[in-house]
Nanobody, 126 residues
Protein backbone atom coordinates (compact mmCIF):
# COMPACT_ATOMS: atom_id res chain seq x y z
CA UNK A 1 0.00 0.00 0.00
CA UNK A 2 1.39 3.37 -1.06
CA UNK A 3 1.04 5.81 1.79
CA UNK A 4 2.54 8.45 4.04
CA UNK A 5 2.05 8.23 7.77
CA UNK A 6 2.78 11.09 10.14
CA UNK A 7 3.59 10.62 13.80
CA UNK A 8 5.08 12.52 16.71
CA UNK A 9 2.35 15.02 17.44
CA UNK A 10 1.09 15.74 20.91
CA UNK A 11 0.66 18.33 23.62
CA UNK A 12 3.66 20.50 24.46
CA UNK A 13 4.13 23.64 26.49
CA UNK A 14 5.13 26.92 24.86
CA UNK A 15 8.86 26.98 24.31
CA UNK A 16 9.00 23.22 24.02
CA UNK A 17 10.02 20.95 21.17
CA UNK A 18 8.57 18.13 19.11
CA UNK A 19 9.84 16.09 16.20
CA UNK A 20 7.34 14.96 13.61
CA UNK A 21 7.98 12.00 11.32
CA UNK A 22 6.62 11.32 7.87
CA UNK A 23 7.20 7.69 6.94
CA UNK A 24 6.58 6.35 3.46
CA UNK A 25 5.54 2.82 2.65
CA UNK A 26 5.23 1.20 -0.75
CA UNK A 27 7.54 3.67 -2.46
CA UNK A 28 10.98 5.22 -1.99
CA UNK A 29 10.75 8.70 -0.61
CA UNK A 30 14.23 9.91 -1.59
CA UNK A 31 13.06 10.57 -5.17
CA UNK A 32 10.34 12.89 -3.94
CA UNK A 33 10.04 16.45 -2.83
CA UNK A 34 8.33 16.41 0.56
CA UNK A 35 6.34 19.25 2.05
CA UNK A 36 5.03 19.69 5.56
CA UNK A 37 1.73 21.57 5.82
CA UNK A 38 -0.38 22.58 8.77
CA UNK A 39 -3.95 23.63 9.23
CA UNK A 40 -5.28 25.29 12.33
CA UNK A 41 -9.00 25.40 13.14
CA UNK A 42 -10.74 27.99 11.00
CA UNK A 43 -7.62 28.75 8.99
CA UNK A 44 -6.38 27.79 5.56
CA UNK A 45 -3.74 25.18 5.05
CA UNK A 46 -0.23 26.61 5.22
CA UNK A 47 2.97 25.23 3.74
CA UNK A 48 5.47 25.07 6.59
CA UNK A 49 8.61 23.50 5.19
CA UNK A 50 9.84 21.43 2.28
CA UNK A 51 12.86 19.42 1.24
CA UNK A 52 13.85 18.56 -2.30
CA UNK A 53 14.98 15.22 -3.62
CA UNK A 54 18.67 14.73 -2.90
CA UNK A 55 18.22 17.25 -0.04
CA UNK A 56 19.72 20.07 -2.12
CA UNK A 57 17.05 22.57 -1.18
CA UNK A 58 14.96 23.30 1.86
CA UNK A 59 12.42 26.06 2.35
CA UNK A 60 10.61 27.39 5.38
CA UNK A 61 7.64 29.65 5.93
CA UNK A 62 8.63 32.93 7.56
CA UNK A 63 6.54 32.00 10.58
CA UNK A 64 8.78 29.01 11.41
CA UNK A 65 12.15 30.06 10.02
CA UNK A 66 14.87 29.63 12.62
CA UNK A 67 12.69 27.37 14.77
CA UNK A 68 11.86 24.39 12.54
CA UNK A 69 14.27 22.11 10.70
CA UNK A 70 13.37 19.60 8.02
CA UNK A 71 15.54 16.59 7.32
CA UNK A 72 15.45 13.20 5.69
CA UNK A 73 16.69 9.72 6.58
CA UNK A 74 16.70 7.66 3.42
CA UNK A 75 17.58 4.47 5.25
CA UNK A 76 14.33 4.82 7.20
CA UNK A 77 12.39 6.22 4.23
CA UNK A 78 11.31 9.05 6.49
CA UNK A 79 11.29 12.84 6.54
CA UNK A 80 11.37 14.68 9.86
CA UNK A 81 10.29 18.09 11.07
CA UNK A 82 12.13 19.19 14.18
CA UNK A 83 10.12 21.94 15.85
CA UNK A 84 11.72 24.06 18.56
CA UNK A 85 10.59 27.07 20.57
CA UNK A 86 6.99 26.16 19.89
CA UNK A 87 4.32 28.83 20.23
CA UNK A 88 0.57 28.53 20.77
CA UNK A 89 0.06 29.71 17.20
CA UNK A 90 1.87 26.57 15.99
CA UNK A 91 -1.13 24.54 17.15
CA UNK A 92 -2.52 22.72 14.12
CA UNK A 93 -2.86 19.41 12.37
CA UNK A 94 0.40 18.78 10.54
CA UNK A 95 0.40 16.90 7.25
CA UNK A 96 3.16 15.71 4.99
CA UNK A 97 2.83 15.31 1.26
CA UNK A 98 5.14 14.11 -1.50
CA UNK A 99 5.62 14.82 -5.17
CA UNK A 100 8.11 13.24 -7.53
CA UNK A 101 10.24 15.85 -9.28
CA UNK A 102 13.14 15.49 -11.67
CA UNK A 103 14.78 18.66 -10.35
CA UNK A 104 16.11 19.07 -6.83
CA UNK A 105 13.75 21.87 -5.91
CA UNK A 106 10.85 22.28 -3.55
CA UNK A 107 8.12 24.82 -3.03
CA UNK A 108 5.65 25.37 -0.22
CA UNK A 109 2.68 24.49 -2.37
CA UNK A 110 0.15 21.69 -2.27
CA UNK A 111 -0.35 21.66 -6.02
CA UNK A 112 -0.13 18.26 -7.71
CA UNK A 113 1.08 16.39 -4.64
CA UNK A 114 0.94 12.65 -5.31
CA UNK A 115 0.68 11.39 -1.75
CA UNK A 116 -0.79 12.88 1.42
CA UNK A 117 -0.70 11.66 4.97
CA UNK A 118 -3.68 11.86 7.30
CA UNK A 119 -2.02 14.25 9.70
CA UNK A 120 -0.87 14.45 13.29
CA UNK A 121 -2.16 16.96 15.84
CA UNK A 122 0.22 19.36 17.54
CA UNK A 123 -1.14 21.35 20.47
CA UNK A 124 0.98 24.02 22.11
CA UNK A 125 -0.55 25.11 25.41
CA UNK A 126 0.40 25.59 29.03
Amino acid sequence: QLQLVESGGGLVQPGGSLTLSCAASGFTLDSYSVVWFRQAPGKEREGVSCISRSDRMTNYADSVKGRFTISRDNAKNTVYLQMNTLKPEDTAIYYCAAKKLLLSVCVLSGDAMEYWGKGTLVTVAS
